[in-house]
Nanobody, 125 residues
C-alpha cells in the first residue's frame, strides 16, 4: 500500500490545518492507522492513531484536545484535524499503516508497516 500525506503548510499560532493521508495500491480496510511527526534533530514521535473501522482513537498528551484523527474507509483516507496550533507543533507529519486493525499501545514507529512521505507543518509565533 502507498500512502500520500498532504495538507501541510505555514500557519500562525492558534490556527488550524487539516492533513489528509490517501492510500492507494490496496484498501486500508482492516489496517490500523497513525500519524507521527518529526522535528529537526528530534526522533519521530507518536501523534495519534485510529483503529479499524474507526471506533477507537488515541492521542499523545501534547495534542489531546487539539487534534482529531478520523478515517473515511470508503475514500481510503485518514485525516488529522489540527486546531489551536502551537509553534512546538512544527514538524514533518507522517501517516502510517499497520497490518492489524487494533492500535492499542501502537505508539512506536516500529509498530507500523507502511509510511507516507510526510508533509511539512510550520507554525509561526
Amino acid at each position: 500500500v502507498q500512502l500520500q500525506a498532504s495538507g501541510g503548510g505555514l500557519v500562525q499560532a492558534g490556527g488550524s490545518l487539516r492533513l489528509s493521508c490517501a492510500a492507494s495500491g490496496r484498501t486500508i480496510s482492516t489496517y490500523g492507522m497513525g500519524w507521527f511527526r518529526q522535528a529537526p534533530g528530534e526522533e519521530r514521535e507518536f501523534v495519534a492513531a485510529i483503529n479499524w473501522p474507526g471506533g477507537s482513537t488515541y492521542y499523545a498528551d501534547s495534542v489531546k484536545g487539539r487534534f482529531t484523527i478520523s478515517r473515511d474507509n470508503a475514500k481510503n483516507t485518514v485525516y488529522l484535524e489540527m486546531n489551536s496550533l502551537k509553534p512546538e507543533d512544527t514538524a514533518i507529519y507522517y501517516c502510517a499503516a499497520r497490518l492489524t486493525p487494533a492500535v492499542v499501545g501502537a505508539t512506536a514507529p516500529s509498530k507500523y508497516n507502511y509510511w507516507g512521505q510526510g508533509t511539512q507543518v510550520t507554525v509561526s509565533s
